[in-house]
């Protein structure tokens, strides 16, 4: 952070019914001096291990509001952002502050806002989390349950704590045109996470014909590298006039 090389990309996610931009997740990205681009599967649990995931997170929050704002002045069909949260930053008990104060600065509706948690996290100190949970809830955000299939959260967890959306973890959407248990299992958590009253996301989409058997499960939304990877600002302002030209939205 104090070296400047942190930036946060922003991947599009598509509705599968009209194949209308709805919106984006910010994904963070290390572009180190020396070493080149770092993963975020290299140094989150890095950050996490070090506590420096706390102004770390902060961070990306602000900037993903911020972005928020910029589209929205730009005249963009209104987006919301989706930003990951690890379980660390809910260990001090700041976190519906932290969110609350990052929406005002950036004078942002709270609703606008996806926070993606996984399975996993959910699991951890069951009490604690849903009390948080339920305070972001209260201030108007979106929460959803990330990487959905391959964690250990108990269905009645998914019942009782506030979420509105869920996606699908890439492993699954990968095989579903060629292993017909993961297509099972695919249909299966639509049917489920509809019945609940949840939106669904599919994640890892790459091809035609994965898109093409989300639709007929009747999977909400998507995203993926059939329709773009992660994007700077700078690239995605671009995507999106391609985007609206290609799709006459
Ligand atoms: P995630 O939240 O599940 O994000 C989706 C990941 O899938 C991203 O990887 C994205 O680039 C990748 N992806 C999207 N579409 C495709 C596709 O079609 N094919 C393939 N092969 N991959 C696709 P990324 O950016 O490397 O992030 C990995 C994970 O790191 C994220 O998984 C998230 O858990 C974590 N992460 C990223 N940014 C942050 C952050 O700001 N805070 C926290 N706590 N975690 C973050
Ligand atoms: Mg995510
Ligand atoms: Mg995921």
Redesign the pocket.
């Known amino acids: 952070m104090k070296h400047d090389e942190l930036f946060?990309h922003y991947?599009p996610l598509v509705s599968l019914r009209d194949g209308a931009l709805v919106g984006a997740?910010?994904?963070?990205r290390w572009r180190h001096g020396g070493a080149g681009l770092i993963?975020?599967?290299k140094f989150?649990p890095l950050a996490e291990e070090t506590g420096l995931?706390v102004p770390?997170?902060e961070w990306?929050l602000s900037q993903a509001c911020a972005q928020v704002k910029a589209w929205d002045e730009a005249g963009v069909p209104s987006l919301d952002i989706g930003?990951?949260?690890?379980g660390y930053?809910f260990q001090r008990g700041t976190i519906a502050r932290t969110v609350r104060k990052a929406l005002s600065r950036a004078a942002v509706e709270p609703n606008r806002l996806i926070l993606?948690v996984?399975e996993n996290f959910l699991m951890e100190e069951a009490a604690d989390i849903a009390a948080a949970l339920g305070t972001l809830k209260t201030l108007g955000v979106q929460l959803a349950i990330?990487?959905f299939g391959t964690g250990y959260a108990s269905l009645s967890a998914l019942r009782r704590l506030p979420f509105h959306t869920l996606?699908i973890d890439?492993s699954f959407v990968r095989n579903v045109n060629d292993d017909p248990d993961a297509a099972a299992i695919v249909k299966a958590i639509i049917a489920m996470a509809h019945n609940l009253g949840l939106t669904v996301v599919a994640?890892?989409?790459?091809t035609p014909a994965q898109e093409r058997f989300l639709k007929e499960a009747g999977c909400d939304e998507a995203?993926?590298?059939?329709y773009s990877?992660?994007l700077s600002p700078e690239d995605f302002a671009q995507f999106l006039e391609a985007y609206a030209e290609k799709t006459h939205i």
């Open positions: 946060v991947q997740e910010a994904l963070l993963e975020p599967a989150i995931i770390l997170g990306v930003v990951n949260l690890s930053q993606e996984t990330d990487d996606k890439r994640e890892g989409v790459e995203q993926g590298f059939l990877p992660a």
